[in-house]
């Protein structure tokens, strides 16, 4: 089966440790994006990468850092710069960064920073 | 610059009744992509359609349809019937060429029984 993963589903961290989100797809896209999602709100984006090895920043990509070493994987280190890190992270891919294609989802990671 | 108005933050039916969630759009470029996802419970979004700023017709899949009307730059998403399992906060989005997807603030639709 075709998609995207995530891991984990939930992830506790304690205030001041950087902790890395995983992303995985295995439906051969190019682009690939994290946004991220607080109550009430709609999705935000944190950084995108329109092919390997390349990556741009979202709207709210301070305190965020990303690496796109293969056209599978979109890693992203929330670090301790991130004032607000508990929110609900979300990955996804699109055959390519363009609006003719739609963005397919993964399942999504909850952080929780005490 | 883009901006997306999901105005109903929550909305309540019982099982059976119609339901349209309501998606107003702003744009300045004259090529665009509007979408709508469902977000269950489990969190994952689900893509259900993309409609492109030059295809004005309306769309019917099963239960849902879409109403697309540039003239008030409204993307409507309507339910028919509706059960139990749409219950979900359903977002409206837009896209523009090579920018970033656009979301609305979503509505949560709430389905009992």
């Known amino acids: 089966d075709g998609g995207i993963t995530q891991s984990p589903k939930y992830l506790f961290r304690k205030e001041g440790q950087n902790v890395t989100l995983s992303c995985e797809q295995n439906?051969?896209?190019?682009?690939m994006y994290w946004y991220r999602q607080d109550p009430g709100q709609g999705l935000r984006l944190i950084y995108y990468?329109?092919?390997?090895?390349?990556?741009q920043k979202g709207d709210i990509a301070e305190g965020y850092s990303v690496s796109r070493e293969k056209k599978e994987s979109f890693p992203l280190t929330v670090t301790s710069a991130q004032k607000n890190p508990t929110a609900f992270y979300l990955c996804a891919s699109s055959t390519a960064h363009s609006a003719v294609y739609e963005q397919y989802f993964g399942p999504g990671t909850r952080l929780t920073v005490t | 610059a883009q901006k997306v108005t999901q105005a109903q933050t929550e909305i309540s039916v019982v099982e059976k009744e119609d339901v349209t969630l309501d998606c107003v759009y702003e744009?300045?470029?004259?090529?665009?992509?509007l979408f709508w996802y469902k977000q269950p419970p489990s969190g994952e979004l689900v893509f259900l359609i993309r409609?492109?700023?030059?295809?004005?017709q309306n769309e019917i899949s099963g239960r849902y349809s879409w109403n697309f009307q540039k003239s008030t730059s409204s993307f409507n998403f309507t339910i028919t019937a509706s059960q139990v399992v749409d219950s979900a906060v359903y977002f409206c989005a837009s896209n523009t060429g090579f920018q970033k997807l656009v979301f609305g603030t979503g509505t949560r639709l709430l389905v009992s029984p």
């Open positions: 744009t300045r470029d004259t090529t665009y992509y």
């Open positions: 990468s329109q092919i390997v090895n390349d990556f």
């Open positions: 409609r492109n700023s030059f295809d004005e």
């Open positions: 439906l051969n896209h190019d682009a």
